[in-house]
């Protein structure tokens, strides 16, 4: 069975400063790996997701992943947060047609 | 391009009664999965229709059953409601076979009290 973990419920940050959140998964096979944005009140947006290839992945908003398949980890990175950053951010695993398999969310904080 | 719509957005019952949640896939979609976020928690996976049969559940009771309809919609039913079953009720949709990357609704919030 899959799992992921986010080993920060919370990160706090001030505007304009880099950021990563971690998530490391576990998995006996090839998994999809996902990052989500929440908005207060809102549903999920697709930020990124890594599939196959290379293991850089750009996605929305100039944030980023990297896909390390030794270390069982997909963090994601912002190089400079904006306040609009400030949103919970889900990482979620699935096999081929499977179901996401979500963290349990971390918390991003950007303080001016 | 429309993406997933749901409606109500919020809903507000009392425990005992029954609630029908709806849903609409994005255009072209043709497989409808529905996940639950209880407060500060990650979403949970209820089950995935395609084909307007329940093709994968999650450990959810059988108080929660589905529907999907020739169109693609589906509807979410839960009956004898628990105060446990306040939360937000997301619904993604995909398209077959390789239904890989999930679009999400943007929720509906059922309170029961």
């Known amino acids: 069975a899959q799992s992921v973990t986010q080993l920060d419920s919370q990160v706090p940050v001030f505007e304009e400063a880099p950021v990563e959140l971690r998530c490391n998964y576990s998995?006996?096979?090839?998994?999809?790996l996902f990052w989500y944005v929440q908005y207060p009140n809102q549903g999920l947006q697709l930020l990124l997701k890594y599939l196959s290839g290379s293991t850089l992945v750009k996605g929305i908003n100039g944030f980023e992943a990297e896909f390390n398949k030794s270390q069982t980890s997909f963090h994601l990175r912002k190089p400079s947060v904006h306040i609009s950053d400030t949103a919970e951010y889900f990482c979620a695993v699935k096999r081929n047609t499977d179901k996401l398999i979500f963290g349990t969310g971390t918390r991003l904080q950007v303080f001016p | 391009d429309a993406g997933v719509t749901q409606s109500p957005t919020h809903l507000i019952k009392t425990r005992g009664q029954q609630v029908t949640l709806r849903c609409s896939p994005k255009?072209?979609?043709?497989?409808v999965s529905w996940y639950q976020q209880a407060l500060g928690q990650g979403p949970q996976f209820i089950f995935q229709?395609?084909?307007?049969?329940?093709?994968q559940r999650g450990n959810f009771p059988d108080r929660f059953s589905g529907h999907q309809f020739p169109n693609y919609s589906s509807e979410l039913n839960v009956n004898a409601l628990l105060l446990g079953d306040s939360a937000l009720y997301l619904c993604?949709?995909?398209?077959?076979?390789?239904?890989?990357?999930?679009?999400f609704g943007p929720g509906t919030r059922l309170t029961v009290l």
């Open positions: 229709y395609y084909e307007e049969e329940e093709r």
């Open positions: 255009s072209g979609h043709d497989t």
């Open positions: 993604a949709s995909t398209l077959a076979p390789l239904p890989v990357t999930q679009y």
């Open positions: 998995s006996s096979v090839s998994v999809y």
